[in-house]
């Protein structure tokens, strides 16, 4: 299942239709080389990287053949949990249906650049469970699970997918190293010291589009520190070393452990190693990657974010910060990528229906937003009109 069978940009994803998952009752969330999630709290961002993340593990039981379950007219079923794989916890069937209601299953789509469609139904269990029960995969062309249209889009291209979820690892005097994947980070980043201090730090050349702009050294821990450098100003030394006996690792950062020099720089760091060691093709989630970090680091890890877009990987980034966005704005306006590339997806819940409906905003090629809908990132213009009201009061 490693085979590619289409070229890398027709394989990425271009929408995933959503049905009877969580606040979704049936929609379809365009999605382009670098998606942005935005929109207030508890309105579907997370809900839809967790529909993605289960497609994922769905992906992960099939390759394991673990099948526990089997009935027939289903070649394959297995259980896929709800809890604990990527960090998920999303509780029992019974909360990630819509309305709580009962149902017989939820239902993804998901269509690639060359519109070719795949249908991934999950069987709801009669009764409250853990689990949800995955029952095949189904694509227009091809009956079988896993068929060659469905495993192409680049949501299953392996071992090629990088998720970081919004809690990653922060300061540590140690780092765990006993993940066997030489490429991974980890979900919350655990093992991003570990990636640098091994031979993959030293010898892993990064792609040139991926490079930090003017530098000639390519090897992953130098770009890195490149990288670092440009989000975070003054970082310009990242030490990793590892240490079998103890199976750690740790890090020195311009000389100074980790726990001296703040949170931003580890929530940060597994963001720029992960989206250096994606391959063109590939797919890198990350949760709020403004998290601990000033608003010029916000701008640029935007910014970084579109370079690492331009260079063939497709990101999908959920963000509460303008500043995230601005930096996306920016690389387009200096030719690092299309406005095409960019769909800003914003959620919003209907207060007459109650329903969470998804506008789509797109870039124009002055670096416009295509539309700004009332409460997209307008607080700063809300609250200057307040002050402003409060001081015509004061002074009167």
Request: charge should be negative.
């Amino acid at each position: 299942m490693t085979e590619n069978l289409l070229p890398l940009e027709d394989a990425r994803l271009k929408s995933i239709r959503i049905q009877g998952f969580k606040c979704f009752l049936d929609t379809t969330v365009p999605l382009a080389n670098l998606t942005v999630l935005a929109g207030g709290n508890s309105v579907g961002k997370s809900s839809v990287i967790q529909s993605l993340l289960l497609l994922r593990s769905a992906l992960s039981s099939y390759e394991s053949k673990n099948f526990p379950i089997q009935r027939k007219g289903y070649e394959y079923e297995s259980r896929i949990l709800l809890n604990g794989n990527f960090l998920m916890n999303l509780g029992t069937s019974r909360d990630v249906v819509t309305d709580r209601k009962p149902i017989e299953e939820i239902r993804f789509s998901i269509e690639n650049r060359q519109n070719q469609t795949g249908v991934i139904p999950f069987e709801v269990p009669l009764e409250e469970e853990n689990h949800l029960i995955f029952r095949g995969m189904i694509a227009d062309t091809d009956p079988n699970p896993f068929s060659p249209d469905i495993r192409h889009h680049s949501l299953f291209s392996k071992p090629q997918f990088y998720y970081l979820n919004a809690e990653r690892i922060g300061p540590r005097v140690l780092y765990d190293i006993d993940s066997t994947d030489l490429f991974a980070t980890g979900w919350q980043g655990e093992y991003t010291i570990k990636v640098l201090s091994s031979m993959v730090g030293e010898r892993y050349q990064v792609d040139a589009l991926q490079a930090f702009e003017g530098s000639e050294n390519f090897q992953l821990s130098a770009q890195a520190n490149f990288w670092m450098n440009y989000i975070l100003s003054g970082i310009s030394s990242i030490q990793a070393t590892s240490d079998n006996t103890i199976n750690k690792a740790k890090a020195l950062i311009n000389s100074y452990k980790p726990h001296n020099v703040g949170f931003g720089i580890s929530y940060i760091l597994p963001i720029v190693v992960s989206g250096l060691l994606a391959k063109s093709g590939s797919m890198f989630i990350v949760e709020n990657p403004e998290a601990h970090l000033h608003p010029l680091g916000q701008s640029r890890i935007g910014q970084f974010l579109a370079q690492m877009t331009a260079a063939g990987v497709q990101i999908i980034i959920e963000t509460h910060s303008e500043h995230v966005i601005n930096g996306i704005r920016i690389a387009a306006m200096k030719g690092v990528l299309s406005p095409d590339d960019v769909a800003i997806n914003f959620f919003l819940r209907n207060q007459e229906t109650e329903k969470v409906e998804v506008q789509q905003i797109g870039l124009t090629t002055s670096g416009d937003l295509t539309k700004f809908p009332a409460g997209f990132f307008d607080q700063t213009q809300q609250d200057l009109v307040e002050l402003i009201k409060l001081k015509q009061s004061k002074i009167r």
